[in-house]
């Protein structure tokens, strides 16, 4: 267990130290000057490239810098932004980033429930009716982009029902648009959550119920299942008990997974919906060329993913005992 | 099924065998069947697009802006705008067709660009072991941490912001960008599919067989290995086209693809949503339904491909 956790921990370092090193080098290493590009390409004067260049450290040795770098950002030191004048990338971030953690946190409550009764049920019933059904749907409905899904969901929800007389006295829970005032709490967001955490809990439920449909599979087909059944417990305490107690610990893995799928989904889906999450100021930041914001949200959002996947590795080893050591 | 006999094992009769199975498995499953039929369906489109769209240069063509769909499916007939026109004139319908051909160029390149080196990576690090396996592997593990789609926009970001002379090279490749960002997003991740396999592979007698006539590597790693890891590949390579094909989209639809006027998925819907929606609904829906179908249809194909290679092994 010990010597499990202390290589987990070894692979999550080294993981960081090389996602870093990535994203840092993205920057640097790639033809063209990246003061040029960051103080705006062709339209910028040698006075500001200058500057950003001091500012950068980037008369420094590509090692140093690195590692002035991995320290800022560790720091919180993560410089102004561009793109959005008067505000500091570091306030900008955290900001974001709450909103986003609200919508991912409605996501997954509403999609990890769900998925995992769909996928038991698709289990339970291999090949047959139900277990088809829902494949279909997993497969079909759910493997779409979430921009059609999210346009979707606009249309019908907001500008048809939206419109309807029962809508019309709840109006504020219909809005087309999910922009949402700076520092909303979150009960004054719920109403522009929702229906961007539908379009996201739509992505993640295909890949969760499959998961867990295999999982499901797989435990009934062992000999303690078979052995347990032969012993006359009703089928249902075999299932409750035994099945699902040892199909659904694996998941906890898979939800660590989906964590990374889900920040892809939320870029896509907060763009659609105008919510003012980490991943539409990530396209901002792009669209603006203000790569020191883009380079400072990748960062963060690898942070979460690794933090997340450690997590999930730790619990699982603690849930069960029979982890592999090797 | 080829017996494994020296000098024949790495026969590449066994691929073919594995196609024919793979055939009758989607005929089987009538959802996969019409997947498959619907993506032959598109690639169809996708190659003569300009022969088959009434106004092939539907980008500069402008007719009256705004004309809603002709088409009557419960009469069989086209009319003169199938699906409209946009706000500036432009035919939907063949914009519709034409953009076909752009979704799998790229993703279809990108699959294949991405497919080829990853296995040639995945089969050598696999074959060889060691240290540079390990290494390479770890490297792998850690760019898989990233978000594909994260990666893509930074990538596509930085590589825009750059200058480089018309007609040179690099400008050749600027112009490609997303089909290079696929092919190096997915380089790793069939990397890893092709390495796991190889080493389940090389243990086999056959390969021992090889080593032992003193084959050189090469000749082991095609020859012998590839047509064993070959169905793998395949599912990979399938499941790598419909993550292409939704991150082109997605990609096109963000802004980050196609520029305009290109007659992009994508970009259609996201040039005709917000304010345009309700005055052009159209203008929108027939691309997402595009989108939409070419996705489903892909999927469905993929999945069918992934259960008869499962029920061959």
Same mark, same amino acid.
């Given at each position: 267990?010990?010597?499990?956790?202390?290589?987990?921990?070894?692979?999550?370092?080294?993981?960081?130290?090389?996602?870093?090193?990535?994203?840092?080098?993205?920057?640097?290493?790639?033809?063209?000057?990246?003061?040029?590009?960051?103080?705006?390409?062709?339209?910028?004067?040698?006075?500001?490239?200058?500057?950003?260049?001091?500012?950068?450290?980037?008369?420094?040795?590509?090692?140093?810098?690195?590692?002035?770098?991995?320290?800022?950002?560790?720091? !919180?030191?993560?410089?102004?932004?561009?793109?959005?004048?008067?505000?500091?990338?570091?306030?900008?971030?955290?900001?974001?980033?709450?909103?986003?953690?609200?919508?991912?946190?409605?996501?997954?409550?509403?999609?990890?429930?769900?998925?995992?009764?769909?996928?038991?049920?698709?289990?339970?019933?291999?090949?047959?009716?139900?277990?088809?059904?829902?494949?279909?749907?997993?497969?079909?409905?759910?493997?779409?982009?979430?921009?059609?899904?999210?346009?979707?969901?606009?249309?019908?929800?907001?500008?048809?029902?939206?419109?309807?007389?029962?809508?019309?006295?709840?109006?504020?829970?219909?809005?087309?648009?999910?922009?949402?005032?700076?520092?909303?709490?979150?009960?004054?967001?719920?109403?522009?959550?929702?229906?961007?955490?539908?379009?996201?809990?739509?992505?993640?439920?295909?890949?969760?119920?499959?998961?867990?449909?295999?999982?499901?599979?797989?435990?009934?087909?062992?000999?303690?299942?078979?052995?347990?059944?032969?012993?006359?417990?009703?089928?249902?305490?075999?299932?409750?008990?035994?099945?699902?107690?040892?199909?659904?610990?694996?998941?906890?893995?898979?939800?660590?997974?989906?964590?990374?799928?889900?920040?892809?989904?939320?870029?896509?889906?907060?763009?659609?919906? !105008?919510?003012?999450?980490?991943?539409?100021?990530?396209?901002?930041?792009?669209?603006?060329?203000?790569?020191?914001?883009?380079?400072?949200?990748?960062?963060?959002?690898?942070?979460?993913?690794?933090?997340?996947?450690?997590?999930?590795?730790?619990?699982?080893?603690?849930?069960?005992?029979?982890?592999?050591?090797? | 099924?080829?017996?494994?006999?020296?000098?024949?094992?790495?026969?590449?009769?066994?691929?073919?065998?594995?196609?024919?199975?793979?055939?009758?498995?989607?005929?089987?499953?009538?959802?996969?069947?019409?997947?498959?039929?619907?993506?032959?369906?598109?690639?169809?489109?996708?190659?003569?697009?300009?022969?088959?769209?009434?106004?092939?240069?539907?980008?500069?063509?402008?007719?009256?802006?705004?004309?809603?769909?002709?088409?009557?499916?419960?009469?069989?007939?086209?009319?003169?705008?199938?699906?409209?026109?946009?706000?500036?004139?432009?035919?939907?319908?063949?914009?519709?067709?034409?953009?076909?051909?752009?979704?799998?160029?790229?993703?279809?390149?990108?699959?294949?660009?991405?497919?080829?080196?990853?296995?040639?990576?995945?089969?050598?690090?696999?074959?060889?072991?060691?240290?540079?396996?390990?290494v390479l592997g770890r490297v792998i593990d850690a760019l898989l941490a990233i978000p594909a789609l994260l990666l893509a926009l930074v990538l596509v970001g930085i590589i825009r912001n750059l200058q480089f002379e018309a007609g040179s090279w690099q400008a050749a490749l600027a112009d490609n960008v997303i089909l290079l960002v696929i092919s190096l997003l997915y380089i790793p991740i069939v990397a890893r599919v092709?390495?796991?396999?190889?080493?389940?592979?090389?243990?086999?007698?056959?390969?021992?067989?090889?080593?032992?006539?003193?084959?050189?590597?090469?000749?082991?790693?095609?020859?012998?290995?590839?047509?064993?890891?070959?169905?793998?590949?395949?599912?990979?390579?399938?499941?790598?086209?419909?993550?292409?094909?939704?991150?082109?989209?997605?990609?096109?639809?963000?802004?980050?693809?196609?520029?305009?006027?290109?007659?992009?998925?994508?970009?259609?819907?996201?040039?005709?949503?917000?304010?345009?929606?309700?005055?052009?609904?159209?203008?929108?829906?027939?691309?997402?339904?595009?989108?939409?179908?070419?996705?489903?249809?892909?999927?469905?194909?993929?999945?069918?491909?992934?259960?008869?290679?499962?029920?061959?092994?």
């Amino acid at each position: 267990m010990l010597l499990f956790l202390r290589r987990r921990f070894l692979f999550f370092f080294f993981t960081y130290l090389l996602s870093s090193l990535t994203i840092f080098f993205l920057l640097r290493v790639l033809p063209g000057d990246p003061a040029r590009v960051i103080a705006g390409g062709r339209e910028a004067t040698e006075d500001q490239i200058a500057e950003i260049r001091a500012e950068l450290g980037l008369n420094a040795s590509l090692p140093e810098q690195y590692v002035n770098w991995l320290g800022n950002f560790l720091g !919180g030191q993560w410089g102004d932004t561009i793109a959005f004048r008067g505000a500091n990338n570091y306030d900008l971030i955290i900001e974001r980033s709450v909103n986003s953690a609200r919508l991912a946190a409605v996501a997954l409550l509403m999609s990890v429930p769900l998925s995992l009764a769909l996928g038991v049920i698709a289990g339970l019933f291999e090949n047959k009716l139900p277990d088809i059904l829902i494949s279909l749907l997993t497969l079909s409905v759910v493997s779409l982009p979430e921009f059609v899904t999210g346009l979707f969901l606009i249309n019908i929800v907001s500008l048809r029902w939206g419109r309807g007389e029962l809508a019309q006295s709840l109006g504020w829970w219909f809005p087309a648009s999910s922009a949402v005032p700076a520092n909303a709490s979150f009960g004054e967001m719920l109403p522009a959550l929702w229906l961007p955490a539908v379009a996201a809990t739509l992505t993640l439920l295909a890949y969760i119920s499959r998961l867990t449909r295999a999982g499901v599979i797989e435990e009934l087909k062992r000999d303690y299942v078979r052995t347990a059944a032969l012993k006359g417990i009703p089928w249902r305490a075999v299932i409750w008990r035994h099945v699902l107690r040892n199909a659904l610990l694996p998941t906890i893995t898979v939800i660590a997974i989906s964590i990374s799928w889900l920040i892809s989904g939320l870029v896509v889906i907060e763009y659609v919906f !105008g919510f003012p999450g980490l991943g539409s100021l990530l396209i901002a930041a792009i669209e603006r060329r203000d790569l020191l914001l883009a380079q400072a949200i990748a960062m963060v959002t690898v942070t979460v993913i690794l933090f997340a996947n450690l997590a999930a590795d730790v619990a699982y080893a603690l849930l069960n005992p029979r982890v592999e050591l090797a | 099924m080829a017996e494994d006999k020296p000098g024949q094992a790495g026969d590449f009769s066994r691929v073919i065998v594995a196609l024919q199975g793979m055939i009758s498995a989607q005929l089987r499953h009538p959802q996969s069947a019409a997947g498959t039929l619907a993506v032959a369906f598109f690639l169809l489109l996708a190659l003569f697009g300009p022969q088959l769209a009434p106004y092939p240069k539907a980008n500069d063509q402008r007719h009256d802006p705004r004309v809603p769909p002709t088409l009557d499916i419960g009469a069989f007939q086209l009319g003169e705008h199938p699906f409209g026109t946009d706000r500036l004139g432009r035919d939907v319908y063949s914009r519709v067709i034409l953009g076909a051909g752009s979704i799998f160029r790229i993703a279809g390149l990108g699959t294949l660009i991405s497919v080829l080196a990853g296995s040639a990576l995945g089969l050598f690090m696999g074959y060889q072991g060691g240290w540079v396996d390990e290494v390479l592997g770890r490297v792998i593990d850690a760019l898989l941490a990233i978000p594909a789609l994260l990666l893509a926009l930074v990538l596509v970001g930085i590589i825009r912001n750059l200058q480089f002379e018309a007609g040179s090279w690099q400008a050749a490749l600027a112009d490609n960008v997303i089909l290079l960002v696929i092919s190096l997003l997915y380089i790793p991740i069939v990397a890893r599919v092709a390495r796991s396999t190889t080493l389940d592979i090389k243990t086999r007698e056959f390969v021992e067989a090889a080593e032992i006539r003193g084959e050189s590597k090469f000749y082991i790693i095609f020859r012998e290995i590839l047509p064993s890891v070959a169905p793998s590949l395949v599912v990979e390579a399938s499941l790598r086209f419909s993550y292409a094909i939704f991150l082109v989209a997605s990609l096109g639809f963000l802004g980050f693809g196609a520029r305009p006027p290109s007659p992009d998925w994508g970009l259609m819907v996201n040039e005709n949503r917000g304010g345009f929606y309700q005055l052009t609904p159209w203008a929108l829906e027939f691309p997402a339904l595009a989108i939409a179908i070419l996705v489903i249809a892909v999927n469905l194909m993929s999945d069918g491909i992934r259960r008869a290679v499962q029920k061959g092994a």
